[in-house]
């Protein structure tokens, strides 16, 4: 049990350094132990080689930036200590079979090269996807954007978001009927005028047949197609934080290319007990591709 402690407090600090040039003689200066004798530990605990897991993650957290920011190679390369573009490349290329430029440009995220953050896998139990075909279905909503910064804001939806929805349930009083579900959208784009921004889209929407009369909502549609499908039991706050873990744990253990659709949010709720923001249920529905559907899409 010793052995483990120190191997999770070192998967948190090396989790927490990916962008300082780290060395196995720097982790093990910072264990106390012999290079030899931690590596032996982390690679019996953990099954994963102590500098290729390093490695893996860096890479893994420089295709998170790829695809969700305009940062140039070159500086994603040199953030997480690769020495050039070139070391860079031939890396990227081994554990994802694709250049970076590649995997910038595809129109589908494949999540089967990344690496998960063992620290993670450790303390919490992985939520299980369930997968389904949904029809397409007809949608009434209306939008708010924003624009947010990873590395800067983290996990937390902005205020405008709440603001939204409060709103967009106002258009529901006493006397309309309440919808036997909520929807909301979300989709968004890396901006061009920000390297490290992307804007998002948040679309709160009903069945069509539940459209409010004075609500001056547009049209919207869920693509027909194959969902993986999580649920979420908790905080409003808590289910950002829910949807990172899914994108950076589960879809890479399950090797799901994300299609190239917005993401679903569905949220029952009754006349009884309209949609709360204190403790909320959420089915969240990912457009997926599974392994041998993206082998065949090749």
Request: aromatic share 12%; glycine share 4%; with cysteine.
């Amino acid at each position: 049990m010793a052995q483990e402690a120190i191997v999770r407090e070192l998967l948190h600090w090396i989790e927490t350094n990916l962008s300082k040039p780290l060395s196995i003689d720097d982790i093990a200066n910072r264990a106390g132990y012999s290079k030899w004798h931690l590596q032996r530990m982390f690679k019996d605990i953990t099954g994963h080689a102590m500098g290729a897991y390093l490695r893996a993650r860096r890479l893994t957290r420089s295709a998170h930036d790829l695809r969700s920011t305009n940062r140039s190679i070159l500086d994603i390369a040199l953030h997480y200590c690769f020495d050039s573009q070139q070391t860079f490349t031939r890396a990227f290329k081994t554990q994802f079979d694709r250049t970076p430029a590649q995997y910038r440009r595809l129109d589908e995220w494949d999540c089967s090269g990344m690496q998960p953050p063992l620290l993670r896998l450790y303390k919490q139990e992985l939520p299980e996807p369930t997968f389904v075909q949904l029809p397409d279905i007809p949608l009434r909503g209306s939008t708010v954007s924003y624009s947010i910064s990873y590395r800067r804001d983290g996990t937390l939806k902005p205020r405008s978001v709440l603001q939204h929805w409060q709103k967009f349930r106002n258009l529901f009083t006493a006397d309309k009927p309440v919808p036997p579900r909520f929807f909301a959208l979300l989709s968004g784009e890396t901006k061009k005028t920000n390297e490290d921004e992307q804007q998002l889209y948040y679309t709160c929407a009903v069945d069509s047949e539940y459209t409010p009369e004075e609500g001056k909502l547009s049209e919207y549609h869920i693509p027909a197609g194959e969902y993986a499908r999580f649920t979420y039991v908790g905080t409003f706050r808590g289910l950002t934080e829910f949807i990172v873990h899914v994108y950076c744990d589960v879809m890479p253990l399950h090797k799901l290319t994300r299609r190239a659709s917005p993401d679903i949010e569905i949220f029952p709720t009754s006349p009884e007990r309209p949609m709360e923001f204190g403790i909320i249920q959420c089915d969240y529905y990912i457009p997926i591709r599974r392994p041998e559907e993206s082998a065949l899409a090749e």
